[in-house]
């Protein structure tokens, strides 16, 4: 029984640590939305995605709502988004998206990670080309419709590809297309339980467990950072 204890304690910390982590940055995006385009969520569709990327967090009511207001704020801060890249051991391709409202600060931090961790920064523009930028959302099926008949309603909006797996709809397209098909779901009645840009690796490598295991450390400090919004890499 003390084992057991020990066990869910560690389990409920590990898991605070990462809301401790993960909530300051999803209030980060939505601030920055909110300063951007106003703090209408029905008016800003940047902001509405943030706060529903949030929401699928379970990042509570009064934190979404205090992100929002610190954006109209007299002392907020000015948060710069942007991304660095690198080789991370064994050859690895890491792509870091950073909000930074201090870039000598972060590109500091994020050098010194690399370095303490067997790899290294390359010039911003290096891997652009091995990594695909995508529109990615997820829902699941209303009961009144079909993937079929989803697809042919999403292809006009920029629809590249759509899976399926067990109960979860994962829908891509261009970047470009993020707007045009988070209208068409809207249009269709459809809720994205989660709506994001990723970088999606155009060659996938594939790693021994011994070299994951040096790779997710140096992950795992570039995730912890603050600055950090996103990390992505070319593991298979």
Not at 90 to 116: I, M, P, Q, S, W
Request: proline share 3%.
């Amino acid at each position: 029984m003390g084992r057991a204890f020990e066990y869910r304690r560690a389990s409920k910390e590990k898991r605070w640590d990462k809301m401790s982590k993960l909530f300051p940055k999803l209030a980060k995006t939505i601030t920055m939305a909110a300063k951007e385009g106003g703090s209408d969520p029905d008016m800003n569709a940047k902001l509405r995605t943030a706060i529903l990327n949030a929401k699928a967090q379970n990042m509570p009511k009064d934190n979404i709502e205090a992100a929002i207001k610190r954006a109209s704020g007299k002392d907020s801060a000015a948060y710069e988004e942007i991304c660095y890249e690198g080789k991370g051991p064994h050859g690895v391709l890491v792509f870091v998206e950073c909000a930074t409202d201090n870039n000598t600060r972060t590109v500091a931090n994020v050098k010194a990670y690399f370095g303490k961790n067997g790899g290294t920064m390359v010039p911003t523009g290096s891997l652009e080309f091995m990594f695909s930028r995508k529109a990615v959302f997820e829902f699941e099926i209303p009961e009144d419709k079909s993937l079929e008949d989803i697809e042919f309603e999403l292809i006009e909006a920029g629809l590249e590809e759509i899976e399926k797996y067990d109960d979860t709809v994962f829908v891509y397209g261009d970047y470009t297309n993020f707007g045009s098909l988070s209208h068409a779901l809207d249009n269709l009645g459809i809720e994205a339980s989660k709506a994001t840009l990723k970088r999606i690796p155009l060659n996938q490598v594939e790693f021994t467990d011994e070299q994951l295991a040096d790779i997710e450390k140096l992950i795992d400090r570039l995730e912890d950072d603050d600055d950090v919004q996103a990390v992505y890499t070319n593991i298979a």
